[in-house]
């Protein structure tokens, strides 16, 4: 299979703070890598679409500037949540697939609590 | 975009028994459809997938079905077991991956 490793698996944060949250693909290289946002007890809601070398695809409704996702390599892709509110505190997981048409794989998720 | 609903919200199940959780979607440029097991704090886990040239794909206790022309897909579990509690997600792709809101699954012993 593959793998795909989020970095921090959590991180408690003051409010103003900025956070960087890491997803590597460890065994593939992956083009396209994915981030979705999880409240409790609710679904994974696409937040945006990181392509390698190029800009974010945003989904509507969130906010670019306060997400700001880097794609600098095949393996690796950053969200930074900037300028963290209490309101920002979710679980944020990344994904990754080997092609277009191919499986995703999951990282671990990182939960975000921001006081 | 995609819009993908998922029934029922909650489904509670004796051992042994079966259970069958559905979903619709919107987007009939949709060709794959997967379904994730998810645990308390865990990242999703693909159960099963099947892509739109098939309409039915089984593995030991779990088979999904597809109505291309209905849209709809559905996830069946046989003789389901207290391990298999967790809560389950339906998801489409045409472009992106558009998940459904779940269903919790708690299978009593």
């Known amino acids: 299979g593959a793998v795909v490793s989020q970095h921090p698996s959590w991180v408690i944060c003051k409010s103003g703070t900025s956070v960087k949250i890491e997803c590597r693909s460890l065994?593939?290289?992956?083009?396209?890598m994915f981030w979705y946002r999880q409240f409790p007890k609710q679904s994974l809601m696409l937040m945006a679409t990181s392509n390698e070398g190029s800009k974010a695809t945003y989904e509507q409704g969130v906010e670019k500037d306060k997400f700001l996702i880097n794609h600098a390599s095949l393996t690796l892709s950053t969200l930074t949540v900037t300028s963290a509110h209490p309101e920002d505190s979710s679980f944020y997981i990344c994904s990754a697939s080997k092609g277009v048409n191919e499986k995703l794989f999951f990282g671990s998720g990182t939960q975000l609590s921001v006081l | 975009g995609e819009n993908v609903e998922q029934h029922p919200s909650t489904l509670s199940v004796q051992e042994g028994d079966s259970a069958v959780i559905k979903c619709t979607y919107s987007d009939s440029a949709s060709n794959y459809f997967p379904w994730y097991k998810q645990e308390l704090g865990k990242r999703p886990q693909l159960i099963i997938d099947?892509?739109?040239?098939?309409g039915e794909k089984k593995d030991q206790r779990i088979a999904v079905t597809l109505n291309k022309t209905a849209k709809h897909f559905s996830l069946h579990i046989t003789e389901t077991q207290p391990e298999d509690s967790a809560v389950y997600f339906c998801?489409?792709?045409?472009?992106?991956?558009?998940f459904g809101t779940g269903t919790r699954l708690t299978v009593i012993p």
């Open positions: 065994d593939f290289q992956a083009t396209t």
């Open positions: 099947i892509r739109s040239n098939v």
């Open positions: 998801a489409a792709r045409a472009n992106n991956l558009f």
